[in-house]
């Protein structure tokens, strides 16, 4: 069964510091691994997408690093500001061909708080 | 950019209702989904459509129906809502064949008393 386990579940840092997302997936076979910015009672923003080749690939302050090896992926925020406090969702992508929907694993997100 | 409209961000409704819940992209996407999203759950996919008047189950499909009559518009129907239904509802859509990108709405939160 595919599956994508996130950690940790919630995570409180003070602005300014820097932080780092961790995401582990078996999905097979692997497309890409997308993590996505959710505000609180708002639909989810795509941050950066990562796919096999890839290793690691930046979006401004944020960070994404892919081990296809090991199956993990993280997400590091540098210099945090109270505006990333969010969720983040680890997506992982199944590449079954074309055709029809491949269906999108997501993991459970991290809650991050940013704080004064 | 990519918008996908839910037509309402909250809603109440009561036990038994028959409850439409609308979503309209501007994208000319094949594929839309539905989700619903509880805590410690994640998002989980209730239906998904790949093109118009098709549909397949995903792997919470149980009390709920979809309907596609064109391209841009995918509704989700609760036949008869019950409290478990109380949840937050997400469509999203991509274009057609593999999915490397979802674009989802704003989210409708539903509450069933």
């Known amino acids: 069964k595919n599956q994508v386990e996130q950690s940790p579940q919630s995570l409180i840092i003070l602005e300014g510091k820097n932080c780092t997302l961790q995401?582990?997936?078996?999905?097979?076979?692997?497309?890409?691994l997308r993590w996505y910015k959710q505000d609180t009672g708002r639909g989810p923003v795509s941050l950066t997408i990562?796919?096999?080749?890839?290793n690691t690939k930046s979006n401004g302050r944020y960070t994404a690093t892919l081990d296809a090896d090991t199956k993990q992926s993280s997400l590091h925020i540098t210099a945090s500001q109270l505006s990333d406090s969010a969720s983040y969702i680890c997506?992982?992508?199944?590449?079954?061909?074309?055709?029809?929907?491949?269906?999108?694993?997501f993991g459970t997100g991290t809650r991050l708080q940013v704080t004064l | 950019d990519v918008k996908v409209t839910q037509s309402s961000r909250y809603l109440v409704k009561r036990t038994g209702e028959k409850v439409f819940l609308e979503c309209v992209q501007d994208?000319?996407?094949?594929?839309m989904f539905w989700y619903r999203q509880d805590p410690g759950l994640g998002l989980r996919l209730i239906y998904f459509?790949?093109?118009?008047?098709?549909?397949e189950k995903g792997d919470i499909p149980e009390g709920y129906s979809v309907s596609r009559e064109k391209k841009e518009r995918f509704s989700l129907i609760l036949e008869s809502a019950s409290t478990n239904q109380t949840s937050m509802y997400l469509c999203?859509?991509?274009?057609?064949?593999?999915?490397?990108?979802?674009?989802f709405g704003q989210g409708t939160r539903l509450t069933v008393v």
């Open positions: 995401c582990n997936y078996t999905v097979s076979p692997f497309s890409n």
């Open positions: 990562m796919t096999f080749s890839e």
């Open positions: 999203a859509s991509s274009y057609g064949g593999r999915v490397t990108e979802a674009f």
């Open positions: 459509s790949y093109d118009v008047k098709m549909k």
């Open positions: 994208m000319d996407h094949e594929n």
């Open positions: 997506v992982v992508s199944a590449g079954i061909g074309t055709g029809t929907a491949s269906k999108l694993t």
